[in-house]
């Protein structure tokens, strides 16, 4: 994916322009067309990859800018699920999704169309891209099960579809995919099924894998609270290369697990807090990436923010984005032993 | 020309119909004699249900483009005194009018947007110098509320809102996620009924459950008043371990309370957001208006409030202002000769206060993104609001819109926001009925616009609902709840 040390990378979204809300509130409402949001779209992901950029992010996303939330544009692509109400009052609700029947067989049908995003975001950057999407737990978390006896099923099924999608992701030249998990940290207790999940997508997938585990960042607000050590020792048995977590926000203290465990994976290390529209300084993401560094080796971490920038203001995301990079590009000069530049 | 009548419900009892054919027949006949452009003219009745607010029997309004040409006049009625015993429609239509063109009022202020008038500073100064208000007038200020009481009361509202509480956190605890304190934030406590009805409740319940909540349990008590903190505190004593108090500016707690954010499960808010400031903006002809305001005394009150002090009316500004700087005791330590103590200070405030009017016009809104609504809130919240509902005047709220925007951030995520006040969730109560200002003591009211907070609620992942008060019939007071959706 990249060489570089400590490289420095997004968890997915990008700031949502207001005026970005309200063009997605007025084809919601019918003001305007579907050719016009795309063109809208097309435009704010362009701009989104040219802050990332600007801002000297290694490995860049396309903000998720076409994405209402972080569900549904899953979810209206997977045949068998019932979106009964299409009409929103805010782009950002859920859609209230069911299914009735077992979802059909993925292979017998066309993918979710996230290749065609990909193919996008790779026309309009040079750099490695992250491209992300949820992951199975979450979006069954969010569907009205009336199909299944066992909603794991549901969950396995769910699977399989984004398995499919993965393959053809990676068909069309995609390195680095990651699963967001965001619901997960609020059933504990249903770690080993999103694990066995997990690993149902990235069956046979050979890309860089990533998993997002956050606690929520729905509004910005966190959705639970607590300490990762739900995740261990299930998580060890994830198919995936990094796992990416949330920690500016939380402080660093759950660090300690990846030297307890020791798991095969990277760490994406959170050194940028999204709930807050306070811009780190470069010295502070310097010593977050520092506590990582006590106990994780620096050729094992991912420099990242805590969860996707969708709700700050675009000059707050670009700087805190700008302050990650200078923190992290200190570290690795120090860790090189070369000079080391001087924070602005 | 264009009439209309807010208070139909009213009108359709009693002599309502003829009220108003009364008070028509009398104001066309008056600008029938004026040189008035007939056809841009609005007249707008009224019924002022408050014993004391802020507007003469007729008002009236210019409608103002950007440069201060008049686009249309509004001739504003109060219908409920334009025909008693104390006034004549035709003189007061009259007076209005003379006052076109040579005014008798003595103004305190220049035009501003209603959030910064003077009417604010005032509302300040009653709750900063309440102990002093109360001794002058013999009574607690809690008599001055309709009905003499507070909802705040209500030990089954209490029930309620506490049962529902025991259940989220018997969840929590069934997957080992409650936290070890148990926050509770009441903001504006009055003189601290609520917080003790609420905690004696609690520890009722706790009692009969065996839950050991109360054990953990913190209630912290807010108020921009240190003398009602005072009262409160007394209020609470037998649960004082359990208690804190904590003077704060309602309109932005996360200054002071920012170490309870995402930790508090339960706010209790009751009868502060009709108190904070707020501006109007209207609708009329499909643009967008703001209403200024400036404060002004009546030449009869102001030659008496000055003769009663030995100063003349043209001294008013100043010593208002003064009063408004420095509060009651200071003014009566640097005008001893006016004011022969703090009391005597204190009436002085109480009859300006009573005279205080407000004169208004409308001026164009700025552009809604450069509408300086509330801190870091776009005026664009306003934007749907304002064009799905035709033309209407409404209060904005946006005191209430700072506080309740300020104060979700608080919230734990499976906190809940619970207030009680006199809320318009129906923009159509705009045009039915006076919503304020109002006085009630030496305080302002409004009634909220319970549409802007559940637009800022919802564009933050909250569900705002409003329900009639369920514990006393025949309440003015909304419930409004606000927890996080989904």
Redesign the interface.
């Given at each position: 994916m990249t060489e570089t040390l400590l490289p420095t990378t997004v968890v997915g979204s990008y700031s949502v322009p207001e005026w970005l809300e309200r063009a997605k509130s007025d084809f919601h409402e019918g003001r305007i067309s579907r050719t016009s949001l795309n063109e809208i779209y097309d435009t704010a992901i362009k701009a989104a990859l040219k802050d990332q950029e600007v801002a000297g992010i290694d490995i860049v996303s396309d903000g998720e800018l076409r994405r209402d939330n972080d569900i549904d544009y899953f979810l209206e692509r997977i045949p068998g699920i019932e979106l009964p109400r299409l009409a929103k009052v805010h782009y950002y609700d859920y859609f209230d999704a069911a299914v009735r029947a077992p979802l059909p067989c993925a292979d017998d049908l066309p993918g979710l169309g996230l290749v065609r995003d990909f193919q996008f975001t790779r026309e309009w950057t040079d750099r490695p891209i992250k491209f992300s999407f949820a992951g199975p737990f979450s979006l069954a978390k969010r569907i009205r099960n009336e199909g299944y006896a066992q909603s794991e099923d549901l969950v396995l099924d769910i699977a399989r579809y984004l398995n499919h999608e993965a393959r053809e992701l990676a068909a069309a030249g995609a390195a680095l995919l990651q699963i967001d998990e965001p619901f997960l940290a609020g059933y504990p207790e249903a770690v080993p099924l999103a694990v066995k999940a997990v690993n149902l997508v990235v069956e046979g997938v050979d890309v860089e894998w990533a998993l997002h585990i956050c606690y929520g960042n729905r509004h910005a607000r966190p959705a639970w609270e607590g300490h990762y050590d739900f995740l261990f020792p299930a998580i060890m048995d994830a198919h995936v290369d990094q796992l990416v977590l949330e920690f500016a926000r939380k402080g660093y203290d759950d660090v300690v697990l990846f030297k307890k465990y020791r798991p095969s994976f990277k760490l994406g290390l959170g050194v940028i807090d999204v709930k807050s529209e306070t811009v780190e300084t470069a010295e502070q993401v310097a010593a977050r990436v520092d506590r990582a560094l006590a106990v994780v080796d620096p050729a094992q971490i991912v420099v990242n923010p805590d969860c996707g920038l969708r709700y700050l203001p675009e000059h707050v995301a670009l700087a805190k984005l700008r302050a990650m990079n200078a923190g992290a590009a200190a570290v690795r000069a120090r860790v090189r032993g070369e000079p080391v530049p001087q924070f602005r | 020309m264009l009439v209309e009548l807010r208070p139909t419900e009213r009108l359709r009892k009693g002599n309502g119909k003829a009220l108003v054919q009364s008070v028509l027949g009398s104001i066309l006949h008056a600008v029938g004699d004026e040189t008035l452009d007939l056809e841009k003219l609005r007249i707008v009745c009224d019924w002022v249900q408050y014993k004391n607010s802020f507007r003469e029997p007729v008002e009236i309004r210019p409608i103002l483009n950007g440069s201060s040409v008049e686009l249309r006049l509004e001739i504003g009625v109060d219908l409920r005194r334009a025909t008693g015993e104390q006034h004549d429609i035709n003189v007061e239509m009259a007076r209005a009018l003379a006052r076109r063109d040579v005014s008798d009022r003595h103004y305190l202020e220049p035009w501003s947007r209603t959030t910064a008038s003077l009417i604010w500073s005032f509302n300040a100064l009653y709750w900063k110098a309440l102990g002093l208000w109360e001794a002058v007038t013999g009574r607690p200020y809690e008599q001055a509320l309709p009905g003499g009481e507070s909802d705040a009361r209500n030990a089954a509202g209490a029930r309620d809102s506490i049962t529902r509480l025991f259940a989220t956190w018997d969840g929590l605890a069934e997957?080992r996620?409650l936290?070890d304190q148990l926050h509770v934030l009441e903001i504006g406590v009055g003189n601290g009924n609520q917080a003790r009805v609420w905690l004696d409740t609690f520890l009722e319940i706790d009692r009969e459950t065996g839950r050991d909540y109360y054990r953990r349990l913190h209630y912290l008590m807010g108020d921009y008043s240190p003398h009602l903190l005072d009262v409160a505190r007394a209020q609470v004593r037998h649960h004082e371990d359990h208690t804190s108090t904590i003077v704060l500016d309602a309109t932005k707690p996360s200054n002071t309370l920012g170490f309870l954010k995402?930790k508090t499960f339960f706010v209790y808010i009751s009868n502060v957001y009709d108190n904070l400031p707020t501006d109007e903006i209207a609708r009329i002809d499909g643009h967008l208006f703001q209403v200024e305001t400036r404060a002004f005394l009546p030449a009869g009150p102001a030659a008496a409030i000055a003769e009663d002090i030995g100063a003349s009316p043209e001294d008013l500004p100043d010593l208002v202002a003064r009063l408004l700087r420095l509060g009651p005791e200071l003014l009566a330590e640097t005008e001893p000769r006016r004011f022969p103590g703090a009391h005597a200070a204190v009436r002085f405030w109480m009859k300006v206060w009573e005279a205080l009017g407000l004169e208004e016009r409308y001026v164009a809104l700025p552009p809604l993104d450069e509408y300086q609504f509330a801190p870091g809130i776009?005026g664009?919240v306003l934007r749907p609001l304002m064009e799905a509902n035709g033309d209407l005047r409404m209060h904005v709220s946006n005191g209430a819109a700072a506080s309740f925007v300020d104060t979700l951030?608080l919230l734990h995520?499976h906190g809940v926001l619970e207030c009680h006040d006199i809320f318009v969730t129906s923009l159509a109560g705009y045009g039915t009925g006076f919503r304020g200002p109002g006085k009630y003591e030496g305080s302002v009211v409004n009634w909220v616009n319970g549409n802007v907070l559940a637009a800022l609620g919802?564009?933050?992942?909250?569900d705002v609902t409003f329900r009639s008060f369920a514990f006393r019939a025949g309440s003015n007071i909304t419930t409004m709840t606000a927890e996080?959706?989904?």
């Open positions: - | 997957r996620a936290p995402y776009s664009e951030p995520p919802g564009r933050r992942g909250f996080v959706r989904e």
